[in-house]
């Protein structure tokens, strides 16, 4: 059972427009959630967390808003570069453990 | 600071064979946990590892072990490969907050 899901397997936006990645979660126990961007072949990058307590975090051109009663986060990228094109995964985390349940990925592709 | 290490970085093995991967996490960080990523499955956590203990474990076979040692390096083994072991391997530290993770060891099973 997929605990973490991100419904858009691609995304495909012009450059300079803002890039909403979606995820979804099913356990309310789940307090700190992360955002990750994937290259193929090598290893995630860390991009932007947020824990339950908050509702929105920003680090420059990256801001993650989460919805506890909807169990949803998004990642909102504006504006989108080309450079931003890959895999973005979400993950989630429980109190007091480092173990992460990464979503599916969404392939995001920002075009000139 | 350096970044999570991985070593190596590609490997091939064949069936019944034994592995053995190694994580060298960024200085200061005491948590490693290890990740397996194959097309059809994504990333699936492996287990994690705090201060030499293990300290969650992920829905793997007993085919796959692990361990840390006192300056936080950890190694993880897999035994009598199977051809659905190919995959990438991932090694993340932390401290706070969020996982770093390593380049990965690309491992293929023939």
């Known amino acids: 059972d997929q605990q973490v899901k991100q419904n858009s397997p691609s995304l495909s936006v012009q450059e300079g427009r803002i890039s909403i990645l979606n995820c979804d979660y099913t356990?309310?126990?789940?307090?700190?959630f992360l955002w990750y961007k994937k290259y193929p072949a090598e290893g995630p990058t860390f991009l932007i967390s947020?824990?339950?307590?908050?509702d929105k975090n920003e680090d420059g051109r990256f801001t993650v808003f989460l919805n506890k009663s909807a169990k949803h986060l998004s990642l909102h990228i504006v504006p989108s570069q080309p450079g931003d094109s890959a895999v973005y995964f979400c993950?989630?985390?429980?109190?007091?453990?480092?173990?992460?349940?990464f979503g599916t990925g969404t392939r995001l592709q920002v075009f000139p | 600071k350096a970044g999570v290490t991985q070593t190596p970085r590609y490997l091939i093995k064949t069936r019944g064979q034994q592995v053995t991967l190694s994580c060298s996490p960024i200085?200061?960080?005491?948590?490693v946990s290890w990740y397996q990523q194959t097309p059809g499955q994504g990333l699936q956590f492996l287990f994690e590892?705090?201060?030499?203990?293990?300290?969650n474990k992920g829905n793997f076979p007993g085919r796959f072990s692990g361990r840390q040692f006192s300056n936080s390096r950890s190694e993880m083994n897999v035994s009598t490969l199977e051809l659905g072991d190919s995959a990438l391997y991932l090694c993340?530290?932390?401290?706070?907050?969020?996982?770093?993770f390593g380049p990965g060891t690309r491992l293929t099973v023939t």
């Open positions: 993340a530290s932390s401290l706070e907050g969020g996982q770093y």
């Open positions: 356990n309310s126990m789940f307090d700190y």
């Open positions: 947020i824990s339950s307590i908050k």
């Open positions: 993950a989630v985390r429980s109190y007091n453990t480092d173990k992460l349940i």
């Open positions: 200085s200061g960080h005491r948590s």
């Open positions: 590892y705090f201060s030499e203990t293990q300290r």
